[in-house]
C-alpha cells in the first residue's frame, strides 16, 4: 500500500511496502507506543529536537518495529536520528533478542563512507545516548590497536566506521559482528558503488546472525545501487522523501 503525509511540513513522504506503520507526528507519540525511554525523549529534547521531520516521523516507526527499510531523502532532513534513535530504544529496552545487557558484543553497526561523516554520527550517538553505560565507538586507525584488548573489544555496543576500517579490524580478528542485530548503511549511494560494495557485502557476511535488521539511507539512490540494496534486505519498505512545491 502507499501513503502520503503532505502534513509534514514541506515535505511529501511516499511509502511503499506491506503493513507500513503509522508515521509519529510527536517524538512523545513514541512514548506509549514504542516504549521509548523518558531518558531518551529527554536527550532529544537536549539536544534541540523538538518535532520529528518527515524521515524521522515515517522512518523511526518502521525501525522500532523491526522492519528493514530503504529511506532516500534529501541532504538536511535529519536521516541520522532517523536510524539512531531505533538503535537507541532497541539496545535499551529490557526484553527482546537484541536488547541485552551490556557485554555480549557488538548489537548496531553504523557504516558510512567517510571518516569525517563516521564522526559526526558517532558524536550524534553519544548525545543520543547519554545516561547509558553502553561503549559506543567510532573506528579509526588510533583505536584499532586499542581493540586488540579482549575486555575492551567485548564491551563495544555500537560501532561507526568506514567500510575499510571495519574489514581491517575483522581480519585482524579484533572485532567480532556475530552478535549484531542492527546494521546501518548510510549514504548508500556510495556505499553500494564499485568503491565500496565488495567490503559491505564482507561486513555483511560477518554479521552472522540469521535476524539482523538492515536499513539503507541516502539522498539519492541511483537504479543499480537500489537493486542491490533491495537484494539484501527482507520485505522493505521503502520511504521516498521529497520537499514539495510551493
Ligand atoms: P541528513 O543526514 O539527512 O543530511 P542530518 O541527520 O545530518 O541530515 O541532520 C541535519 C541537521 O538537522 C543536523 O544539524 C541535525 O542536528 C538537525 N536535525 C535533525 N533532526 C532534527 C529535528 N527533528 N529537529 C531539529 N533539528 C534536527
Ligand atoms: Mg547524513
Known sequence: NDQDSPAMGRQRVTAKGTNVPEPAETFRSLESRYE???LLLGNLEKSGYHQPTGI????????????????????????????LLPIISAL?????????????????????PTRELAHQIH???????????????LFSKATANNLNDKNVRDKVDIVISTPLRLVAAMQSG????SNV???????????????FLSQVQEVIAGCSH???????????LPAGAEQ???????????????????
Open 210 to 220: 540469521p535476524n539482523v535488521q538492515k536499513a539503507v539511507f541516502s539522498a539519492t
Open 181 to 195: 542485530r542492527h546494521l546501518v548503511l548510510d549514504e548508500a549511494d556510495r556505499m553500494l558503488d564499485a568503491e
Open 56 to 83: 524521522q516521523a515515517h522512518g523511526i516507526p518502521i525501525l522500532l518495529e523491526g522492519r528493514d527499510l530503504v529511506a532516500i531523502s534529501p541532504t538536511g532532513t535529519g536521516k541520522t536520528l532517523s536510524y
Open 92 to 112: 535499551s529496552a529490557p526484553s527482546s533478542s537484541s536488547k541485552q545487557d551490556t557485554g555480549c558484543g557488538v548489537r548496531a553497526l553504523v557504516l558510512a
Open 174 to 177: 579484533s572485532v567480532e559482528l
Open 228 to 246: 542491490i540494496a533491495m537484494g539484501m534486505l527482507d520485505n522493505p519498505i521503502r520511504l521516498v522523501v521529497g520537499l514539495k512545491d510551493t
Open 36 to 38: 521509548l525511554s523518558s
Open 123 to 137: 558524536n550524534e550517538c553519544l548525545k543520543l545516548a547519554q545516561g547509558r553505560k553502553w561503549k559506543i565507538m
